[in-house]
C-alpha cells in the first residue's frame, strides 16, 4: 500500500516524529526507514517517468507555478519526516534547492525535469564550491578520501534531484486535487468507464512497454488512466507497497488498510477513493446498471442511454486543451476509437441525456411528515423545508410589503398564495383564419350546448310538472274528502285551497318556463348546426382545412305519431289544469256572488217591507233603484286552449308572434359533439392551391413567432412572469402551472395580465391583451378547494373594431396549506363599523346582514360595503337585504352608552351660559365679574334667557307721533344691531401692530441726548402733569366724582329794576345731587368754584358710556328781599325776607360728553328762555333792546376724577372695519390713511391723539359706508317755501337763514352717541332724519347746510359741514358759512349763528370741512378756528379729498316732500290740550308763586317739556317764605302755543307766568 | 355631562422637507360632544426658521367640550404647508392626533404623511412645486379607505395639551 500525500489526502495525521519517549523513537526510527523506502521507490518510478519526456500537459504547465511552492513544502516534510535521515550535506543542499525553487519561477520551464535538473546541477556547483574550497589544500594527501567525498557528493545531488522530482509531483497531485470536482463526481459513471477501460486494457498494457506507448507521443487521459492504473498496481509493487505499509498501519489503525487504496501518478493525478479487491469481487461492488443483461442493441430498440449510464447531471469540465486533443483524436485517429463512438456525441462533447430537471420546480413539494423515524428525518425533514424555502425564493419575488393596519399583525413568514394558472384559450385572434373564427364561433356555441344539455332543464320541468300535478291532485282529493266529512276544520280546507291555488299557479309558470327551455336549447343546437355547417362550408370551399376540429352528430328518430301524442297529451293537459283553475275561480266568485245577492234580497225585503208602512200612513214612497250584483259568467276556456296550442305547436304568443321554436313532432332528436384533434388538419403539402399553401406557411410560422406569458400582479405589484408559452393548434395556451405568491397582506386582488411577445422581426414587440381579475380568496380557501373559473378577456385593435384578441382565461387562486395543513392564509379582517375596528370574522357569524343592517345606504363611505354585499351574494339574498335595508344607524350604542342624553346636555344651565358667555351675550355684568360657576346650581335662569324682544310699536293710546317716534327707535336698533354685529365682526380683525409686538429699534438720538444741554433752565411753561387714566374695572372699588369747576359767567341779564343788582348762583345737577356755588353778584359774575358731584354708575358693570344722566349746571338770580309781613301795616313791624330764585338759563351736557371727551372745557352758551319776565337785558325797554345783543355764557371746566380710560377700542375695531370691508373704496381709504400718516409724520403736527378722526366714510341707515360728501347735495336741498310766506314775505337772505336754521333746529334731538357704545354715527339722509323727525347734530347739521346751500346757490357765500370739537358737545358737527371775509358758524341744533372768530363761537377745533366735492382736512387742527381764516384752497392749511367721480359716490339725498306729515290739526289741540293740563297740574303740585318765562321748545314728549318748565323752578317761587306765612300769594299763569311747521315740525311756545300778588 | 379640557400648543412642525411652514389645524369630535368654548379651528402663522429646521408656531389650543359619551372622542387634524419663495403654499403633510385620555399635560408627536403621486408628479413637484392633495381631508381620520392612498411620510407637529377632565368619575370612567 502507498501512502503519500499526508497533507493533501489526509490532513494533519500523527507525526512520528512528535513521539518522544525511547518506543516512540525507536519506532520513529521504523517510520523513517519506511518513508525512505517509500521514497526511494516513488523516485525509482518517477524518475522512468520523467526521462519518458511525456508531453507537458496543459495542466501541468499551469501548476508549474505550484510546483515551486510545494518543492519548498515538500522539502521541509521530507526533513521534519525523515529527521537525521538528512545528513549534514544536506543543509546547504536545502538552501540550494530553495534557490532552485527561487529561480524557477524566472525560468521559462520547457519541462519540469529540464528545471529539477538545473537545480540539481547549481545545488552539485554550489556544494562544490563550499566543499571544494576547503578541500583544496590536502588535495594531494588525501585524493581518495576527496574522491570518495566527491561520489558522495554526486550521490547527494543524485538524491537532491530525486527530492526535486518527487516535490514535482506533489505539485501535481495538489493540481490535480483542485480539479475536484471531478473526483467528488465520482459515481457510477466514471467508476464504470474506469473499470472498463481497465479490463480492456489490462492484458494490452502488460505487452505493452512504456517505451512503445512513449513513441505515441500524445495520450488520451483514458489512455494514461490505464496505462497507470496498470503499470501502477502491478503485483509486486503491491506487495512491496503492502509490506512497507506496515508502519503507516500503525498510524492509521482505523483505516481499512487493505481497502483504501490511493491511487497517482506523475502528470495527471486521479485520487480516486475506489475500492481494490481481487477481480472477482469488484462487480459487485462497483455497480453496473446493465451488467444483468447485455444490452441489446438494436434499431428496434434503440440504446437506452440513460439505462447505460451516460446521464450525468453535468457535464465534466474539460479544459480547451484536451477538447482540442480529442477533436484531433476523433478527426485523425478515429479507427482507434470506432468503439467508443457512442461515447462522444457529433459535437464531440460527451454524450448525455438532456436534463430532466427543469430549472425551477414545478408544483413543488410539500414534503410529507409521516414522522416514522423521527430522529433522522427531523433533520431530513428541515434541511428539506430549507431547500423548499429557498426555491420559493429564488423562484418568487416577494410580493409588496408595506404599512399597513395589518403592520403590526404580520408575522414573520409570509402567507403564501397558489395561482393556479390552466391556460387561455384564444376566441379571437389576429392569426385566426375564417375557419378558426368560425371554429371558435363553432366551440363557444357548443360549450353553450353542452351545459344547456347537462343542466337538462326541460326534464327538469318536466319533473316538476309532474309532482305539482301529483300534489294537486292529491290536495284536491284530500279537500274533497275533508268537505264531505262530518267536522270539516273550515280553516284546515281554506289553507287547502289555497295551496292548491298556488300550486297551480307555480304549474302555469312551470309550464310556460319548459317551453321557454326546450326553445332555448332547440334554437341553440340549430345554432350550432349552422355553426358547423359554415365550417364545412369554409373547409369545402378552401379545399382544406386548418383546424382539427370535427363534429359529430347523432340522430334519434323519433316516431311523429308518439310525439303527437305527446304534444297533444301536453295541450291537453294544461287545457284541464286551466280548466280546473278556472272553475275553481269561478266557484270563488260564484260564493262571493251569492252573498252579495242575498244581501240585496235581504235590503229590497227591508225596504219593501218600510214602503208598505209608509204608503200605509200615506207617505209617497220612491221606489227601490239598487240594481241587483252582475251574476258572474263563468270564464271561455276555449281561446284559451287555442292559445296553447299554437304556443304549444308553433312556439306563437297569443299576438300570434314566434316567440319560440321547439322541436316539431317527427323530427329527429340531434345531439352533437365536439371533437378535437381528430386530424382532420390538412398537412402543408397536400393543401391544393400553392399560394394558399405558402399562405398557411406563412402563418403557421408566424403562429410559432408568438408567445406568451401571463404576469401576475398582487395588487399591483408585479409578484412574477410565468414561462413563454407557445400557441398550440387549436389557439390555446398551456400553462398548467402553480405560482406561489407570498405576500404579507393580502392583496384585494390578484390580476393577471397576458402578454405576447414576437420574436424575430427587427424588433420584439409585447403588447398586453388581456387581463383576468382572480378575487381575493377567503381565508379559508385553499386553492384545491376552488375550481377553475373562467375569464374572459377582449382587447380591441387600434381602430375600435372587433375584438382583435378575445379569450378565457383559466384560473384560480387559492391560499395554500402547509405541510400540517393549516391555510396559510391571514385571518382576513372585517371592517366592523360597530366598533369601528377590523375584527376577526367568525366564519359561522351570519356577518353580512348584519352589515346591511348597519349601514347607511347613502353614506358614500360604505358604498363598497355596499358593492361588495351586492357582488357576492344572490339575488334572493339582494332582495331580502332591500326589504331590510330601511333601518340603518351611524353611531352605534352612542345612545345606550351614553351618560345622558342630548337634551340634558342642551338644558343644562352652566353649559348654556358658557356658551352664551363664548358667544358674548353673556357678559361680565351679568356675572358680576365673577368667574363662570363651577355647577349648575349656581347659576340663575334668568341669566342665561334669552334677551327678549320688546314688542314693537303696540301701544294703545299712542298718537301718531309717537307711533312713529317707536318706528325710528326701532330703526335704530336694528341698524344699532347691525352695526354691533359688525363690531363683533371686526373684533376678530387684528392690525399687525396688535398681533406683533415688536421692540422697536434702539435709535440713540444725539440730540435728545443733547437737549437738556440747551434746554432753558427755567421754563417758561410749567411741565404738565398727565393725569394718569384708571381702567375701566377699578372704577367699582374708586369713588369717582365728577368735578365741576364753575368760572365765570358773563352777559347775563340784569334785572329789569334797576335798584336790583343780579345775586347769581350756579346749580349743578347730576344724578339727583345737586350742588351750588355761593351767589355773586353782578351780570359778569366770577364764582370759581369748584364742586365736586359724586358720579355712580347703577350697578357694577355699567359702562361709563351707557349713561344717559345729564349733567345740568343752572344759573339763578338769588332775589332776597324783605317785604311786610301780611296782614301787618308798618314795614317795621314785621317785615318778611323773601329768597326767589330766577331762573336765568341753564345748559345741560351729557355724561357721555364729559367722559369721552375727559373733560369740557370753555365758554358755554347758556339755554335761556325766550323772555324771562322782569329781566330785560341791559335796561333799555324797547322791543330791538329786548333781543340781547349777546347771549349769557357760562365757563366752565368739567371732567371727571380720577380720570377714567377712554372706551377708544371699539372706535378703532370698527375703523378697522370700515377699512377692511370697504373695497370698492379702498383708493379713498388709502389717501385717507395716507394723510393721517402725512399729519402724524409732520413735526408741526405732533398732537398726540386727535379727539376727532376726520371720518371721510360714514354708516348710512342701510349700514352701509358712505363717503360723507355724498350726504351733501351740490345744490342743496329747498326748504319749504311756507317758512318764508307766513305773514309777509321773507326777502331778507339773513333772515331767511335764521328762520331755517330755527327750524331745522326744531326738528327733535335724539342722540345716538349716549346709546351708543362705541360712538358710532349713524348717518340719515335729510329725507330719513324729517320722516322720523329724529336724530342728532349730523343729522341736524346737514339738513341745515342743504338748506343753506339752496339758499347761498348764486351768491358767492360757501357753505361747509365741519366736523370738529365742540363745547359743551364735544365732537360734533356744525355748519360753517363763508362769506367773503365773514365767517359764521352755526349750531344746528340750536339753530344759533356764531361769528367764527368771535369769544363765542362754541366751535373749538375743525377736524375737516365737507363740501358737496369732496372732503377738507384740518392739517393744523390745533390752530382753532383760525384756520378758516385761511382758505379751503391754501395746501399748507387743508388737504383736500376729492369726491371721485364714480357712481357709487353720487349724491344719496332725495329731495324732501314736505306735503303731509304724521301731525294733523286735531293732534295739534290735543297736544297744546295735554300740554297745558298737564303743566297745570303740575304747577299747582309744585307750588308755584311768582315769574313767567316764555319758552319755546320742540316738541318730542310732555315729559321732556315738563322737565324743561322743572328746571325753571318756577314753581319755588314763593316757597321759601319763613314758615309763619304759610298762605301762598302766587298765582301761575301758563299758556301753550303749538306751531305746526311743515313736515310735521312742531313748535311749542310756553308762557309761564308766577304771579306774586303784593 | 362630563367635560373635558384642552388646552395647548401647537408647538411647531419639524422634519419636513422644507422649513417654511405653516399648519392648518381641525378639531374633529363625534355628535355625542358639544363644543361650549374655543376655535375648534385655525391656521397658524408661517414660521420661516431663520437657523434650526424647526419651524416654531406656539399657536394656542383652548377648547372646551361637553360630552354625552365616550365615542368620537376629540382628534386635532393637521394640514402642514410649505409657504415656499414664490408666495405659493404646497401641502407638505396630512396627520391626526387623538387628544389624550389622561388628563394632564402631554407632549404629542403627530406624524404626518402626504399623499405620492405617480413618478411624473412627484418629479414635476420637485422641479415646479405643489404636489397633489387629498379630495376629502377627512380621508385622513376616516380609516376606511387611507390604505388605498400611496403616501410618503412627511414631518411631525408638535403639540403640547393639557387636558382636564370632569365629572368622567360620575359615569364611571375612571381617569
Keep these: 500500500m502507498l501512502i503519500v500525500l499526508q497533507e493533501a489526502g489526509q490532513p494533519e495525521p500523527e507525526q512520528p516524529a512528535e513521539a518522544p519517549d525511547d518506543a516512540a523513537s525507536r519506532e520513529s526510527e521504523k517510520l523513517r526507514g519506511a518513508v525512505k523506502t517509500k521514497h526511494d521507490t516513488k523516485k525509482r518510478r518517477l524518475r522512468k517517468k520523467l526521462n519518458a519526456e511525456l508531453p507537458a500537459e496543459g495542466e501541468l504547465q499551469s501548476a508549474q507555478a505550484q510546483v515551486k511552492e510545494r518543492l519548498r513544502l515538500s522539502r521541509e516534510d521530507l526533513r521534519q519526516a525523515g529527521g537525521e535521515a538528512a545528513d549534514a550535506a544536506a543543509a546547504p543542499a536545502t538552501a540550494d534547492d530553495e534557490a532552485a525553487g527561487a529561480a524557477a519561477p524566472s525560468t521559462s520551464s520547457p519541462a519540469a525535469d529540464a528545471a529539477a535538473g538545473a537545480s540539481a546541477k547549481s545545488a552539485t556547483a554550489a556544494v562544490a564550491a563550499a566543499g571544494g574550497a576547503p578541500a583544496g589544500k590536502p588535495l594531494t594527501a588525501k585524493a581518495l578520501r576527496r574522491k570518495k567525498l566527491e561520489e558522495e557528493q554526486r550521490q547527494q545531488a543524485e538524491r537532491l534531484r530525486e527530492q526535486a522530482e518527487e516535490a514535482q509531483m506533489y505539485s501535481a497531485a495538489h493540481a490535480a486535487l483542485n480539479r475536484e470536482d471531478r473526483l467528488t463526481r465520482f459515481d457510477a459513471a466514471t467508476a464504470q468507464e474506469l473499470i472498463r477501460s481497465r479490463t480492456e486494457r489490462m492484458a494490452k498494457m502488460t505487452k505493452m512497454s512504456w517505451e512503445a506507448l512513449r513513441e505515441k507521443k500524445e495520450l488520451t487521459e483514458d489512455e494514461q488512466v490505464s496505462f497507470f492504473a496498470n503499470s501502477v498496481w502491478e503485483p509486486d509493487e503491491l506487495t512491496a507497497a503492502d509490506g512497507t505499509a506496515a508502519a503507516p498501519a500503525a498510524a492509521q489503525p482505523q483505516a481499512g488498510a487493505d481497502d483504501e487504496v490511493y491511487v497517482y501518478e506523475g502528470e495527471k493525478v486521479y485520487l480516486h477513493r475506489a475500492v481494490f479487491l481481487a477481480k472477482a469481487d469488484e462487480s459487485k461492488l462497483y455497480y453496473y446498471p446493465s451488467a444483468a443483461s447485455a444490452t441489446p442493441v438494436s434499431v428496434e430498440h434503440p440504446v437506452n442511454l440513460a439505462e447505460e449510464g451516460l446521464y450525468v447531471g453535468r457535464r465534466p469540465r474539460v479544459t480547451e486543451g484536451n477538447v482540442l486533443r480529442l477533436q484531433s483524436i476523433l478527426t485523425m485517429k478515429a479507427d482507434v476509437y470506432e468503439s467508443k463512438k457512442g461515447w462522444l456525441g457529433e459535437d464531440g462533447r460527451l454524450r448525455m441525456l438532456p436534463d430532466p430537471l427543469k430549472d425551477v420546480p414545478m408544483r413543488p413539494l410539500v414534503p410529507d411528515d409521516d414522522d416514522d423515524v423521527q430522529g433522522v428525518q427531523a433533520q431530513q425533514q428541515h434541511q428539506e423545508q430549507l431547500r423548499l424555502r ?282 352533437v359533439r365536439l371533437l378535437d384533434n381528430s386530424h382532420v388538419t390538412t398537412p ?61 397582506q393580502p392583496p384585494s386582488r390578484i390580476r393577471l395580465q397576458l402578454t405576447e411577445h414576437r420574436r424575430g422581426g427587427f424588433r420584439s414587440a409585447v403588447r398586453t391583451i388581456g387581463f383576468a381579475s382572480l378575487p381575493r380568496p377567503d381565508s379559508q380557501t385553499t386553492r384545491a378547494q376552488l375550481n377553475f373559473s373562467e375569464v374572459q378577456f377582449s382587447q380591441t385593435g387600434a381602430d375600435a373594431g372587433p375584438a382583435e384578441y378575445e379569450g378565457l382565461i383559466r384560473s384560480r387562486c387559492g391560499w395554500r396549506s402547509d405541510s400540517e395543513g393549516n391555510i396559510l392564509a391571514p385571518m382576513l379582517k372585517v371592517y366592523d363599523p360597530q366598533t369601528e375596528t377590523y375584527v376577526d370574522p367568525t366564519p359561522d357569524a351570519p356577518k353580512l346582514p348584519r352589515l346591511t343592517e348597519m349601514r347607511d345606504p347613502n353614506d358614500p363611505a360604505f358604498v363598497r360595503l355596499n358593492l361588495n354585499a351586492a357582488l357576492g351574494q344572490d339575488p334572493q339574498q339582494q332582495q331580502q337585504q332591500q326589504l331590510t335595508g330601511g333601518y340603518c344607524r351611524l353611531n352605534f350604542f352612542e345612545e345606550e352608552f351614553g351618560f345622558c342624553s342630548a337634551e340634558d346636555l342642551d338644558t343644562d344651565l352652566r353649559f348654556r351660559a358658557l356658551i352664551m358667555r363664548d358667544r358674548g351675550d353673556i357678559g361680565a355684568e351679568q356675572l358680576k365679574g365673577a368667574p363662570m360657576p363651577a355647577f349648575a346650581s349656581l347659576i340663575s335662569k334668568e341669566m342665561v334667557e334669552e334677551p327678549k324682544r320688546e314688542t314693537d310699536v303696540s301701544r294703545t293710546r299712542a298718537s301718531e307721533l309717537q307711533k312713529m317716534r317707536m318706528r325710528y327707535e326701532a330703526k335704530m336698533r336694528y341698524v344699532r344691531e347691525q352695526v354691533t354685529e359688525a363690531f363683533n365682526a371686526a373684533k376678530g380683525y387684528r ?42 374695572l377699578s372704577l367699582a372699588m374708586a369713588p369717582i366724582t365728577l368735578s365741576v369747576n364753575i368760572i365765570d359767567a358773563i352777559d347775563l341779564p340784569s334785572p329789569n329794576d334797576s335798584k336790583q343788582i343780579l345775586k347769581p348762583f350756579v346749580e349743578v345737577t347730576f344724578q339727583g345731587n345737586t350742588l351750588r356755588t355761593a351767589t355773586m353778584s353782578g351780570t359778569n359774575p366770577d364764582w370759581n368754584a369748584s364742586l365736586e358731584l359724586p358720579f355712580r354708575l347703577r350697578n357694577a358693570t355699567q359702562k361709563p358710556e351707557t349713561i344717559s344722566d345729564p349733567l345740568v349746571l343752572k344759573v339763578f338770580n338769588d332775589r ?195 346709546a351708543f357704545p362705541g360712538l358710532i354715527d349713524i348717518w340719515n339722509t335729510c329725507e330719513e332724519f324729517m320722516d322720523y323727525q329724529a336724530g342728532d347734530e349730523e343729522e341736524h347739521a346737514v339738513l341745515l347746510a342743504n338748506y343753506l346751500l339752496h339758499l347761498s346757490q348764486g351768491t358767492g357765500t360757501q357753505i361747509y359741514l365741519a366736523l370738529g370739537n365742540a363745547v359743551p358737545e364735544g365732537s360734533t358737527a356744525y355748519v360753517v358759512e363763508v362769506d367773503g371775509n365773514d365767517k359764521y358758524v352755526w349750531n344746528p341744533s340750536l339753530g344759533l349763528r356764531f361769528n367764527a372768530m368771535g369769544d363765542r363761537c362754541p366751535l373749538i377745533s375743525i377736524d375737516c370741512l365737507i363740501s358737496a366735492g369732496g372732503v377738507y382736512i384740518n392739517k393744523k387742527p390745533f390752530e382753532g378756528v383760525r384756520v378758516l381764516n385761511y382758505g379751503v384752497t391754501d395746501q399748507n392749511y387743508w388737504l383736500h379729498i376729492e369726491k371721485p367721480n364714480e357712481r357709487t359716490f353720487e349724491c344719496i339725498q332725495q329731495p324732501i316732500n314736505y306735503s ?79 306751531h305746526k311747521y311743515p313736515k310735521g315740525v312742531l313748535s311749542i311756545r310756553l308762557n309761564l307766568m308766577a304771579l306774586n300778588r303784593r | 355631562m362630563a367635560e373635558v379640557h384642552v388646552i395647548g400648543q401647537i408647538v411647531g412642525a419639524s422634519e419636513f422637507p422644507e422649513n417654511d411652514l405653516f399648519c392648518k389645524w381641525e378639531a374633529h369630535f363625534g355628535p355625542a360632544w358639544k363644543r361650549l368654548q374655543g376655535e375648534v379651528s385655525g391656521q397658524t402663522q408661517v414660521d420661516c426658521p431663520a437657523s434650526g429646521e424647526m419651524a416654531y408656531f406656539a399657536h394656542p389650543i383652548d377648547l372646551h367640550f361637553a360630552t354625552r359619551g365616550l365615542q368620537g372622542w376629540p382628534k386635532l387634524h393637521f394640514e402642514v404647508f410649505h409657504y415656499d419663495w414664490a408666495g405659493r403654499s404646497s401641502l407638505v403633510g396630512y396627520g391626526f392626533a387623538h387628544v389624550p385620555s389622561q388628563p394632564g399635560l402631554h407632549k404629542i408627536d403627530c406624524v404626518t404623511w402626504r399623499p405620492t403621486g405617480s413618478f411624473m408628479d412627484e418629479v414635476s413637484s420637485k422641479f415646479v412645486g405643489g404636489g397633489i392633495q387629498l379630495k376629502r381631508p377627512d380621508l385622513v381620520y376616516e380609516l376606511h379607505d387611507r390604505r388605498n392612498v400611496h403616501s410618503t411620510a412627511g414631518g411631525k407637529v408638535h403639540l403640547e395639551l393639557s387636558v382636564i377632565l370632569r365629572n368622567f368619575d360620575k359615569f364611571g370612567v375612571e381617569c
Design chain 1, 1120 to 1314: 332776597t328781599y324783605s317785604r311786610p309781613a301780611e296782614g301787618q301795616q308798618a314795614a317795621d313791624v314785621g317785615s318778611v325776607v323773601v329768597q326767589e330764585k330766577h331762573f336765568l338759563g341753564s345748559v345741560s351736557i351729557p355724561f357721555s360728553t364729559v367722559y369721552i371727551n375727559e373733560k369740557v372745557q370753555g365758554r358755554l352758551q347758556l339755554r335761556v328762555p325766550d323772555l324771562v319776565t322782569g329781566y330785560g337785558g341791559s335796561g333799555a325797554g324797547d322791543g330791538a333792546a329786548r333781543r340781547r345783543p349777546r347771549a349769557p355764557a357760562l365757563r366752565v371746566f368739567i371732567t371727571l376724577q380720577p380720570h377714567l380710560a377712554r372706551p377708544g377700542l371699539l372706535q378703532q375695531a370698527f375703523d378697522t372695519w370700515v377699512r377692511a370691508t370697504k373695497n370698492t373704496l379702498s383708493r379713498l381709504a388709502d389717501e385717507v390713511a395716507g394723510v393721517m400718516r402725512q399729519m402724524q409724520s409732520n413735526p408741526e403736527a405732533q398732537v398726540e391723539e386727535f379727539l376727532y378722526h376726520p371720518r371721510a366714510f360714514v354708516v348710512s341707515m342701510e349700514v352701509k359706508e358712505v363717503f360723507v360728501s355724498c350726504y351733501l347735495s351740490p345744490t342743496g336741498l329747498a326748504p319749504p317755501a311756507e317758512l318764508f310766506s307766513r305773514g309777509q314775505e321773507v326777502t331778507d337772505p339773513q333772515h331767511k337763514k335764521l328762520i331755517i336754521a330755527n327750524y331745522v333746529s326744531l326738528v327733535p334731538f335724539v342722540s345716538d352717541a349716549s
Design chain 1, 684 to 744: 402543408l403539402n397536400d393543401i391544393p392551391e400553392q399560394h394558399r399553401a405558402a399562405e398557411e406557411t406563412r402563418r403557421r410560422r408566424m403562429e410559432s413567432e408568438f408567445f406568451y406569458t401571463i404576469q401576475i400582479y398582487a395588487d399591483d405589484k408585479l409578484v412574477g412572469p410565468t414561462e413563454d408559452v407557445t400557441l398550440s393548434s387549436n389557439f390555446a395556451l398551456h400553462f398548467n402551472r402553480i405560482y406561489l405568491v407570498e405576500v404579507v
Design chain 1, 390 to 671: 429557498q426555491l420559493a425564493r429564488s423562484e418568487f419575488r416577494p410580493a409588496r410589503r408595506w404599512d399597513s393596519p395589518f403592520a403590526s399583525l404580520e408575522r414573520e413568514t409570509p402567507w403564501q398564495l397558489e395561482v393556479d394558472i390552466g391556460g387561455v384559450q384564444f376566441l379571437a385572434h389576429p392569426l385566426f383564419t375564417r375557419e378558426h373564427a368560425a371554429v371558435s364561433r363553432l366551440r363557444q356555441l357548443h360549450r353553450r350546448y353542452a351545459r344547456s344539455e347537462k343542466s337538462n332543464f326541460p326534464a327538469y320541468f318536466r319533473d316538476r310538472i309532474a309532482a305539482l300535478r301529483r300534489e294537486i291532485a292529491k290536495l284536491t282529493q284530500e279537500a274533497a274528502r275533508l268537505e264531505r266529512s262530518q267536522n270539516k276544520n273550515e280553516l284546515v280546507l281554506q289553507d287547502y285551497r289555497n295551496r292548491v291555488d298556488a300550486y297551480r299557479a307555480e304549474l302555469s309558470t312551470t309550464r310556460h318556463s319548459k317551453i321557454r327551455e326546450e326553445a332555448a336549447h332547440y334554437s341553440l343546437l340549430i345554432d350550432l348546426l349552422n355553426a358547423w355547417r359554415e365550417v364545412r362550408d369554409i373547409r369545402q370551399e378552401l379545399g382544406f382545412s386548418v383546424t382539427d376540429v370535427r363534429c359529430d352528430i347523432e340522430e334519434a328518430v323519433q316516431s311523429r305519431s308518439e310525439d303527437e301524442q305527446e304534444l297533444l297529451a301536453e295541450i291537453r293537459d294544461w287545457t284541464e289544469e286551466h280548466q280546473s283553475a278556472v272553475q275553481a275561480k269561478h266557484q270563488l266568485v260564484q260564493a262571493e256572488y251569492l252573498a252579495q245577492r242575498q244581501l240585496y234580497e235581504r235590503r229590497r225585503a227591508d225596504f219593501e217591507s218600510r214602503r208598505l208602512a209608509m204608503e200605509q200612513s200615506g207617505m209617497a214612497t220612491g221606489e227601490f233603484d239598487d240594481e241587483p250584483p252582475p251574476e258572474p259568467q263563468p270564464e271561455n276556456v276555449d281561446n284559451f286552449v287555442q292559445q296553447i296550442e299554437r304556443l304549444v305547436r308553433l312556439g306563437e304568443d297569443e299576438f300570434g308572434q314566434v316567440t319560440c321554436r321547439r322541436r316539431q313532432p317527427g323530427e329527429p332528436l340531434v345531439r
Design chain 1, 991 to 1032: 392690525t399687525y401692530e396688535e398681533v406683533i409686538d415688536e421692540a422697536k429699534a434702539v435709535v440713540v438720538d444725539i440730540l435728545s441726548l443733547l437737549r437738556p444741554l440747551f434746554s432753558r433752565k427755567r421754563p417758561l411753561k410749567p411741565a404738565r402733569e398727565i393725569v394718569s387714566r384708571t381702567p375701566l
Design chain 1, 1460 to 1538: 303731509g306729515g304724521p301731525v294733523g290739526d286735531s293732534d295739534i289741540a290735543n297736544i297744546e290740550y295735554e300740554i297745558e293740563i298737564t303743566l297745570r297740574k303740575a304747577i299747582s303740585e309744585w307750588r308755584p308763586r311768582i315769574v313767567g318765562y316764555s319758552m319755546r321748545v320742540g316738541y318730542m314728549s310732555t315729559d321732556e317739556i315738563l322737565q324743561e318748565v322743572r328746571n325753571t323752578k318756577l314753581h319755588e317761587i314763593g316757597m321759601y317764605v319763613d314758615s309763619s306765612d304759610a298762605v301762598p300769594k302766587v298765582q301761575f299763569s301758563c299758556v301753550v302755543y303749538l
